[in-house]
């Protein structure tokens, strides 16, 4: 068991090549695995397709990947607040599938939970049902989306033990535990590793089962998008 | 006179019923929750997992791990829950939401709307709005009546791609709170000031003007 321990970001990434399909837990900045998408660029593997709700800003999150085109195609929800981003896309350098935010959840979730595909209502009649099949159940038209899984997906925790186990933090929980069930191999980054048994099994969120990989990361900056007050 | 955004958001506001489970877009109906009337307690939901959504915090209270679906750093309320963004769609998909207030680029009188996309410009995606627009049975869409050019945003038929169809059947405009009916917009308020002429004169679509129409009163 306590095989699934690993030292740093360096050691936990081992495996990952080239042109491999990738899950990156967040939404917007909040709940990024930061230690590996910095091992992601420093390793500068490429031909890489991300599946992510958000691709990052200019300069943190997915958007360093994307300022070394490590990555030929996302798979997000909303893209904007980044230049490079953009950029790419609109010169055709960078291949953008944009599915609801539910549908992408919901697709993570299936692939994770061995459901090949789903009926949803959502994007029935428009662009995102093109080319998919369509049925009517009990007189609601339903588009057909196939589940999705990943070689690797990377999701950040706010605690979790040598199993695996692991608790999130406010919204930073988001799309991290439905994409630590579709990883082939799913690779836990925590902001605190702590021994067996802290972790009340309660109010675990994530099985360990669902975890290959963890480790321990460091100097997370936790970038805050709008940062609004109230006075 | 046409309404400001916050008159938009206050009339919206007086729809709010006591219980209700409600997400707010972003823009216009974010403003709703500085409206919501007395006695009237809401739980509103932030689609990237969080139901109980309080204002922002104050400088000392700012937390990265709690931002709302904006991006922006907010607070929770006590009997606040989080969870993750499937269940946070289950909610919503499921129907379990009582109400959606978005923002909209067009509606036509068949209950269409489009607000996510326009053709040869960057396209940022569309986020949770189709989820919300198929999952939601009472929706409120809360925009301008005419464009930035002047030209009527509550049309025949939507000229952009959609977010969903034959979902809207309520409008709040700066000049306007209507209804979709029977293939039709049905002028049910007026704002202050505005003309049943001027209301006519900005709509593409249909419109029937309703026997008992009103001001509106804030």
Redesign the interface.
């Known amino acids: 068991m306590s095989k699934k321990l690993y030292a740093n970001a360096r050691e936990a990434l081992a495996g990952i090549e080239d042109n491999m399909t990738l899950m990156l837990g967040g939404f917007g900045l909040c709940g990024i695995p930061e230690n590996c998408i910095r091992e992601l660029v420093r390793l500068n593997i490429k031909g890489l397709i991300c599946i992510s709700n958000n691709a990052g800003v200019d300069d943190f999150g997915i958007g360093l990947m994307l300022q070394q085109r490590q990555v030929v195609k996302m798979i997000s929800s909303y893209v904007g607040e980044n230049a490079e981003f953009e950029r790419q896309m609109l010169s055709g350098e960078l291949e953008v599938e944009l599915l609801p935010q539910g549908t992408l959840a919901e697709k993570c979730r299936a692939g994770g939970a061995g459901i090949p595909s789903f009926f949803t209502a959502t994007g029935y009649g428009t662009e995102v049902a093109e080319g998919k099949e369509t049925r009517e159940i009990d007189g609601r038209m339903y588009v057909l989306e196939p589940g999705l899984t990943a070689d690797f997906a990377y999701v950040k925790a706010w605690k979790g033990d040598k199993y695996g186990n692991l608790i999130f933090k406010g919204t930073a929980r988001n799309f991290n535990p439905v994409m630590a069930m579709a990883g082939k191999i799913t690779i836990a980054e925590v902001e605190e590793l702590v021994e067996p048994g802290e972790l009340d099994p309660n109010f675990i969120h994530t099985p360990g089962i669902f975890v290959q990989r963890i480790f321990e990361g460091v100097d997370y900056e936790k970038r805050i998008e709008q940062r609004t007050i109230t006075q | 006179m046409a309404l400001s955004k916050q008159q938009i958001a206050q009339r919206i506001a007086q729809e709010l019923k006591d219980g209700w489970y409600v997400n707010l877009g972003i823009g216009i109906p974010t403003l709703v929750a500085n409206y919501i009337p007395e006695g009237v307690n809401v739980t509103l939901q ?5 139901l109980g959504m309080g ?5 000392d209270k ?13 607070t929770m309320l006590p009997g606040s829950v ?5 269940e ?2 289950a909610m ?2 499921g129907g379990h939401m009582d109400l959606t207030v978005l923002g909209a680029m067009e509606i036509d009188q068949n209950g ?1 709307i489009a607000n996510w ?1 326009i053709p040869g410009k ?10 919300l627009v ?2 939601t049975e009472n929706i409120i869409v809360a925009m301008t009546h005419a464009n930035k050019h002047g030209k009527s945003k509550l049309l025949k038929q939507c000229s952009l ?5 034959a979902c809207i059947r309520r409008v709040v405009t700066d000049l306007a709170y209507l209804t979709i009916e029977n293939g039709a917009f049905v002028l049910r308020e007026l704002a202050p000031g505005v003309s049943v002429k001027e209301v006519e004169s900005l709509t593409d679509g249909d419109l029937v003007v309703a026997d008992d129409v009103c001001e509106m009163t804030f």
Not at chain 2, 46 to 50: A, D, I, M, Q, R
Not at chain 2, 161 to 165: F, N, V
């Open positions: 932030s689609e990237n997992g969080l204002p922002f915090p104050t400088e700012v937390d990265a791990d709690l931002i709302n679906a904006g991006k922006q750093t907010v989080l969870f993750n963004s499937s946070s769609f919503i998909r269409d996309k960057m396209v940022k995606g569309m986020g949770g709005a189709m989820d198929a999952g791609p959609l977010t969903g169809r």
